[in-house]
């Protein structure tokens, strides 16, 4: 079983940066791939970025150019870097991973994080 926990989240003004984090722990699988996915107030969850297990990331054209996601694999941390955050970008974010092939629909993610809150004015 994996485990996630985020962090990282908080609140600033229109332009700022925040980076995320994503701690995983447990047994964790050769091929995964991970994501972070975002859910704003009375929206359905979404997946703006992910990583696949050979290091291929993807966006979703929400924040394309403004976001990054990337991984440290010695410390089993995924990383999600957020620059010029507009206050549509308020949301909760998830930290999400599976083990298999690429998907970019949130039911195929079995593991997930609590979130954390990320606040744009």
């Known amino acids: 079983h994996v485990q996630l926990v985020e962090s990282g989240g908080g609140s600033v003004e229109a332009g700022g940066s925040l980076r995320l984090s994503c701690t995983a722990s447990g047994y964790i699988g050769k091929t995964v791939c991970m994501g972070w996915f975002r859910q704003g107030p009375g929206l359905r969850r979404e997946g703006v970025a992910f990583?696949?297990?050979?290091?291929?990331?993807t966006y979703s054209d929400s924040v394309k150019g403004r976001f990054t996601i990337s991984k440290d694999n010695a410390m089993n941390t995924l990383y999600l870097q957020m620059n010029s955050l507009k206050p549509e970008d308020t949301a909760m974010y998830y930290c999400?991973?599976?083990?298999?092939?690429?998907?970019?629909?949130?039911?195929?993610?079995?593991?997930w994080g609590q979130g954390t809150q990320v606040t744009v004015s």
């Open positions: 990583l696949d297990s050979d290091g291929t990331s």
């Open positions: 999400a991973l599976r083990e298999g092939p690429l998907r970019f629909n949130r039911y195929y993610y079995a593991n």
